[in-house]
């Protein structure tokens, strides 16, 4: 983050209660936000641990925080944590198999003492360590898995620290530090701040390590002789809060603070040098500021390590904003057009930004003025501000429940955002015996192209009728509105279709419409008067079932099907 900014460090220190009583909003009226823990101390990151259950690290007391159901339930950990500048709790994770072994990840800079400390030269690195979960603390500590200590030759910060670690789709840790002010011109030049050819400032990058804390031999990199470079996955990063895969494809991202110009979005494929310190914003763009001399360079003027490869980022403000986190709206509860699409958040303004995606998955769908992938303009930022007022977002993810999870580190607390009304898939289809399906539940979405079809190649003159069913998971047994969403045919005409669902208090099957007939779509919307009689109180399961019935077939075997173009509920809570 640029040091013209407020540094992390300085955050809880600076924030006003009457900064932060202003109302968080949001551009898009189909959403609803709310508190939903309070009472932190300046939070940093957090990861769940199971539906409504999360461990949170903060920043200058180095404490892991339970939370369960929006409320503290106690302190995990306590490490003793370095907190000056924007050193200390950075980042927490979870191992893809914890519900397995348990395994907590923290990234973190240990002080050199045994209490917490603000001196600056009280500190000893940063680093990773694993500890295990218990169900209420976090102990039997492992490592540290990676560290990157303090160096009497070189710069050790206390600023650009970076710390969000998070596991990758292979299974391999990931994890972003900044280059803590090492590799300047006029000081030891480095290769991860393409100052040299040789030397390693051992900082700079974003790591890639197994979760024991080896090094996996197809990283970018092994085949370098200097045995320091082997763990990174890229190189040429500043500093930056903000790190995450895409949910679609896997591909790895993250936004970069600059110096006095250019914060940046990336994507960040295997070997990328991302620039620094020589380049900042796209390379077209010629940037000059301090720490290159004020002079123009370009990639070609980068110290290329053999697999690597610069990259433009894909979004930069001229005008840094502090860039922090950054995620994806994973969760088809939202509407359509917001699934999967990018969030991001800052220091200097307090708002959040949304970027859609092209369909390659691989650029943003920018709106006009913004072809050149640069918010030149305050104009052209608030072109993609999606909310406003949301202090310092440090983390955002989407929970077990489908809503997005945000930080306000200042205000100290973590915001929930919602639909306004919830956009519900089945979780499980079934049918009766005899019945084949084609298609996967992947497939059962909301649109023409993507159709689900079950088809009965058991049926006799007499047989019927042929039923179809498929179950959702709700939030709870009270939403203020329920709303079934149906568009159905079947492959044959003249037999009618009708929809139920379980009631849960008489145990028996109630007709919500029987009046689904047509080869062609046919489309209905149904209330759903008293929701609490279908869902089920435990397990906030509803049961549906589409039924055809008299059949006709004068012979046997027969086949017939019911094509599902959309089958959804639409949920709205209090």
């Not at 932060?20 to 949001?26: E, H, N, P």
């Not at 037999?495 to 145990?507: D, L, S």
Request: hydrophobic fraction near 35%; glycine fraction near 10%.
């Amino acid at each position: 983050m640029r040091r013209a900014a407020i540094v992390l460090a300085s955050l809880a220190a600076f924030a006003s209660a009457a900064a932060d009583a202003a109302a968080q909003t949001l551009t898009d009226g189909r959403l609803k936000l709310a508190n939903w823990v309070t009472g932190l101390s300046a939070p940093t990151a957090f990861v769940f641990i199971g539906p409504g259950e999360l461990l949170v690290i903060q920043k200058n007391d180095g404490m892991v925080r339970w939370v369960k159901d929006g409320v503290i339930q106690g302190t995990a950990l306590d490490l003793n944590v370095n907190s000056n500048s924007e050193r200390g709790g950075l980042g927490i994770t979870i191992d893809p198999d914890f519900a397995v072994n348990g395994y907590v990840y923290v990234s973190y800079s240990a002080s050199t003492t045994s209490a917490d400390s603000s001196a600056s030269d009280r500190w000893l690195d940063n680093r990773v360590e694993r500890y295990t979960w218990n169900g209420s603390t976090l102990g039997s500590v492992f490592g540290p898995l990676v560290a990157f200590p303090s160096d009497a030759s070189q710069a050790n910060g206390p600023n650009h620290d970076g710390g969000p670690i998070e596991f990758g789709p292979d299974g391999k840790l990931y994890g972003q530090t900044g280059d803590l002010n090492r590799g300047r011109f006029g000081s030891t030049a480095r290769i991860e701040q393409n100052t040299a050819t040789s030397g390693s400032a051992v900082v700079g990058g974003i790591f890639r390590i197994n979760s024991d804390g080896t090094i996996p031999t197809d990283n970018p990199f092994t085949g370098e002789s200097d045995s320091a470079l082997h763990l990174w996955w890229s190189y040429g990063l500043r500093n930056g809060y903000g790190m995450c895969f895409d949910p679609v494809n896997g591909e790895l991202w993250n936004t970069e603070n600059g110096p006095n110009l250019y914060d940046e979005v990336c994507r960040v494929p295997k070997g990328m040098n991302s620039g620094w310190l020589k380049i900042m914003g796209p390379d077209s763009r010629d940037a000059t500021y301090g720490e290159n001399n004020n002079t123009a360079y370009d990639e070609a003027d980068l110290t290329a390590l053999a697999n690597s490869d610069y990259l433009d980022p894909e979004l930069s403000f001229k005008t840094p904003i502090g860039i922090t986190a950054i995620t994806f709206l994973g969760s088809k509860l939202f509407p359509d057009d917001l699934v999967d699409n990018c969030l991001i958040g800052d220091n200097n303004t307090g708002n959040l930004y949304y970027c859609a995606m092209k369909a390659s998955r691989l650029e943003f769908k920018l709106p006009s003025g913004l072809g050149d992938k640069v918010a030149d303009t305050t104009g052209e930022r608030n072109k993609i501000q999606w909310g406003s007022s949301f202090g310092v977002v440090t983390d955002a993810q989407i929970g077990p429940d489908g809503y997005l999870y945000v930080v306000n580190h200042i205000g100290n607390r973590i915001i929930r955002i919602r639909p306004v009304t919830d956009e519900v898939d089945p979780f499980v289809w079934h049918a009766e015996p005899g019945t084949k399906i084609t298609g996967s539940t992947a497939n059962a979405e909301t649109s023409d192209e993507k159709v689900y079809t079950f088809i009965d190649q058991t049926l006799t003159g007499a047989a019927g009728p042929f039923r179809v069913g498929a179950d959702f998971r709700l939030q709870s047994t009270a939403p203020t509105s329920l709303v079934l969403e149906v568009e159905t045919r079947m492959s044959k005409s003249g037999i009618p279709q009708q929809i139920e669902a379980k009631n849960v208090v008489t145990g028996r099957w109630d007709t919500l419409d029987g009046d689904l007939i047509g080869t062609s779509d046919v489309f209905k919307s149904i209330a759903i008067a008293v929701p609490a009689d279908y869902i089920d109180p435990t397990t906030l399961e509803l049961k549906l079932r589409v039924s055809a019935l008299s059949l006709p077939f004068s012979s046997s075997p027969r086949k017939i099907a019911i094509n599902f173009d959309l089958l959804r509920l639409l949920a709205t809570y209090p």
